[in-house]
């Protein structure tokens, strides 16, 4: 593939990746705390400051986030081992459940999709799936 294929192909990706998650989103409106939660699964134990520049908001805005969040059941706060004067916030088991029925809806929503689209097999979306969870691994050197 020449690399204009694969620059153009690479804006498509992106554009469609975030056209779906849109679309997921207006579907079945979960809020701003989801992506707390998920933030949370991905990366295990934040502190405030971290979770506010992994969402790409404000301190302020990430503490009022987390204090619903605490209020719902869905985190906790607890002492940071390498700071006594902070803490981190932890996904609850409540939280994970959450999590785990936004994420059941969502593939819900593409299972549907999906099935109207006779042209696209398992093996397309295994791919789909694939080249996905390659852009999003860590970069790291690998040899051959």
């Known amino acids: ?5 694969v620059d153009a192909l690479s804006g498509d990706l992106t554009v469609y990746a975030a056209r779906l998650v849109r679309l997921i989103r207006r579907s079945h409106a979960s809020s701003a705390g989801v992506r707390v939660l998920s933030i949370l699964d ?3 134990p934040q502190g405030v400051t971290a979770l506010a520049q992994a969402d790409r908001c404000s301190q302020p805005t990430m503490t009022g986030q987390v204090n619903q969040l605490v209020d719902q059941g869905w985190v906790a706060r607890q002492a940071n081992p390498d700071d006594a004067r902070s803490s981190l916030v932890v996904l609850t088991d409540a939280g994970r459940t959450e999590l785990a029925r936004v994420r059941r809806l969502s593939a819900g929503l593409v299972s549907e999709r ?9 093996d397309d979306l295994a791919t789909a799936v694939a080249v996905l ?4 691994e860590p970069t790291s050197e690998r040899t051959s």
């Open 114 to 122: 999906l099935a109207r689209r006779t042209d696209l097999s398992v």
């Open 1 to 5: 593939m020449s690399t204009p294929d």
């Open 133 to 136: 969870q390659a852009v999003l």
């Open 42 to 44: 991905e990366s295990g």
